[in-house]
């Protein structure tokens, strides 16, 4: 296994060409049909989410969104006052949703 990206090897003069080998080798060579078709559902539900709140003013569906990352062994490290802001910034986001 690789400890670098692929990409690190390889360089493309035609940005649309690097572009299009990335997108490539991340769609059908790294993860499952099944994967990318759970996510496209899932985005799909997310915009149809969106329409509806607002039909008017978000026609096409967009939205915002962010990575969260779940509990990291480096996470054991943190002190209390630290986890406890976390859990309060975790609830904050849950209730915009």
């Known amino acids: 296994r690789?400890?670098?990206h692929f990409y690190a090897f390889l360089y493309f003069a035609n940005g649309l060409q690097d572009l299009w080998t990335k997108r490539f080798v991340r769609d059908h060579l790294r993860y499952k049909d099944e994967l990318q078709c759970a996510a496209a559902r899932a985005v799909h539900?997310?915009?149809e989410r969106a329409k509806a709140r607002n039909p008017a003013?978000?026609?096409r569906g967009f939205?915002?969104?962010f990575h969260?990352?779940?509990?990291v062994p480096s996470f054991c490290f943190?002190?209390?006052d630290d986890i406890a802001s976390h859990v309060r910034w975790?609830?904050?986001i849950v209730?915009?949703?």
């Open 63 to 65: 939205f915002d969104s």
């Open 90 to 92: 975790c609830c904050s």
């Open 45 to 47: 539900a997310v915009r």
């Open 68 to 71: 969260v990352r779940r509990l």
């Open 57 to 59: 003013g978000n026609p």
């Open 78 to 80: 943190l002190n209390k």
């Open 2 to 4: 690789l400890l670098v």
């Open 95 to 97: 209730r915009l949703a």
